[in-house]
């Protein structure tokens, strides 16, 4: 059986992890072929009602073009002297457009890190994140506008388990915190979500760690186990209709919350307590 979506039916499906087999460009459209892609339970045909996978999908934007594209490079730690390196976004210029879509469709070794598409009067909006995994640890967020963008699929796959690799959740749900950070002020979002909301975001943004990175191990957890738990708990506690609204809304207009000194404040306060009860342990 077939299974068919299209324009914003397309955010049904979460292409977090998914990687490209096969790019090509026939006339004025762009054909995508992906795997590890999942659906959401509400996704076109999905009559479990679970989350589960689509082995092999089929995508095609319809006379398309590359309305903005940006390049970052992936944060990286030196060797040199184990310091983080960032690069600010660079915008690709028109004359390069040309190269990246053949870029596109000639890299064997392509993710994608998120799809959205936004429907007006104009036509379709689709915002995404692809890495080139074989280029300088390069990655582009490109903004396509196309006449129409369609999905197809053969089959629906195995349930997806909740129970996920500590270190592909850790990602996820760091994937999660500009839609948490846009339902935190939410008109519909619960008090109670609102706190854990709150809580998450603050040690999110905080640039001080509980526990420091530098530390083995242990430094591994705070990001693994933690944060990834306290955005965890926020999304549980979100309507699933107000989260996949922010969800949305974040993707479309690229909402990047920064981090600011004073959310470090309750983990300097907390930092502060434990120290206190350290020394009152070897004094007393």
């Given at each position: 059986m077939m299974y068919k979506a299209e324009n914003e039916e397309l955010n049904s499906l979460d292409f977090h992890f998914a990687s490209v087999i096969s790019a090509e460009c026939a006339g004025n459209d762009l054909m995508l072929t992906l795997c590890d892609c999942d659906a959401e339970w509400y996704a076109v045909g999905n009559e479990s009602k679970k989350k589960c996978t689509v082995p092999r999908i089929r995508l095609r934007l319809e006379d398309f073009s590359i309305k903005k594209a940006l390049f970052h490079e992936i944060p990286y730690l030196s060797p040199k002297d184990n310091t983080i390196k960032k690069t600010r976004e660079k915008a690709v210029y028109k004359s390069e457009i040309d190269l990246l879509v053949k870029k596109l469709c000639e890299d064997d070794d392509i993710d994608i890190f998120s799809l959205c598409t936004d429907e007006s009067e104009k036509g379709v909006s689709v915002k995404t994140e692809i890495n080139f995994a074989g280029i300088e640890r390069a990655w582009y967020r490109i903004e396509f506008a196309c006449k129409k963008i369609t999905a197809e699929w053969e089959s629906f796959g195995e349930t997806v388990s909740d129970r996920l690799p500590l270190k592909m959740r850790a990602a996820l749900m760091k994937s999660y915190i500009?839609?948490?950070?846009?339902?935190?002020?939410?008109?519909?979002?619960?008090?109670?979500?609102?706190?854990?909301?709150?809580?998450?975001?603050?040690?999110?943004?905080?640039?001080?760690?509980?526990?420091?990175?530098?530390?083995?191990?242990?430094?591994?957890?705070?990001?693994?186990?933690?944060?990834?738990?306290?955005?965890?708990?926020?999304?549980?506690?979100?309507?699933?209709?107000?989260?996949?609204?922010?969800?949305?809304?974040?993707?479309?207009?690229?909402?990047?919350?920064?981090?600011?000194?004073f959310y470090s404040l309750p983990v300097i306060i907390l930092w502060i307590i434990i120290i206190g009860l350290i020394a009152k342990a070897f004094l007393s």
């Open positions: 500009p839609a948490v950070f846009l339902a935190l002020g939410h008109k519909d979002t619960p008090r109670t979500a609102k706190i854990a909301a709150a809580a998450a975001m603050g040690y999110a943004l905080s640039p001080i760690d509980l526990i420091p990175d530098f530390i083995p191990v242990l430094g591994y957890i705070d990001d693994v186990i933690i944060l990834s738990g306290l955005i965890g708990i926020a999304v549980k506690l979100i309507p699933n209709d107000v989260f996949t609204e922010c969800y949305r809304k974040a993707a479309t207009e690229s909402v990047s919350p920064k981090k600011k000194w």
